[in-house]
């Protein structure tokens, strides 16, 4: 019967504990890598700036957690590939490069 139980016990826990870290991990961190005057012209709306020179030295303002949804862009893709890469030498192991800011907007556009 003891055996049984914690059997249940050991199962719940696993579970639960697996649960809870996909809800921890469910975060999607938006950085739009461009200088401060072009995300002043638009940007995805949950987006924070970090200019993708500084990318390696500020990214701790947004999350230390090495496998964190991070989605970074810029107006054509190219610098954002450069925070990509140095994002990927840092240990970040789901950094997406979603391209350009006219590719992002229109993503949203389309999901509404």
Same mark, same amino acid.
């Given at each position: 019967?003891?055996?049984?139980?914690?059997?249940?016990?050991?199962?719940?826990?696993?579970?639960?504990?697996?649960?809870?870290?996909?809800?921890?991990?469910?975060?999607?961190?938006?950085?739009?890598? +461009?200088?401060?005057?072009?995300? #002043? %012209?638009?940007?995805?709306?949950?987006?924070?700036?970090?200019?993708? /020179?500084?990318?390696? @030295?500020?990214?701790?303002?947004?999350?230390?957690?090495?496998?964190?949804?991070?989605?970074?862009?810029?107006?054509?893709?190219? +610098?954002?590939?450069?925070?990509? #890469? %140095?994002?990927?030498?840092?240990?970040?192991?789901?950094?997406?490069? /979603?391209?350009?800011? @006219?590719?992002?907007?229109?993503?949203?556009?389309?999901?509404?």
């Amino acid at each position: 019967m003891m055996r049984k139980f914690f059997l249940v016990v050991t199962t719940w826990l696993t579970v639960s504990t697996l649960f809870l870290g996909s809800m921890v991990m469910a975060d999607t961190y938006w950085i739009d890598v +461009r200088e401060a005057d072009e995300f #002043a %012209t638009g940007h995805h709306p949950e987006a924070v700036n970090i200019p993708y /020179e500084s990318i390696g @030295e500020r990214i701790g303002e947004v999350t230390g957690e090495k496998h964190a949804d991070i989605r970074v862009y810029c107006r054509s893709g190219k +610098r954002s590939g450069v925070a990509k #890469a %140095t994002l990927e030498s840092l240990g970040f192991t789901q950094v997406i490069n /979603e391209g350009g800011v @006219e590719d992002v907007l229109s993503k949203i556009a389309a999901e509404k």
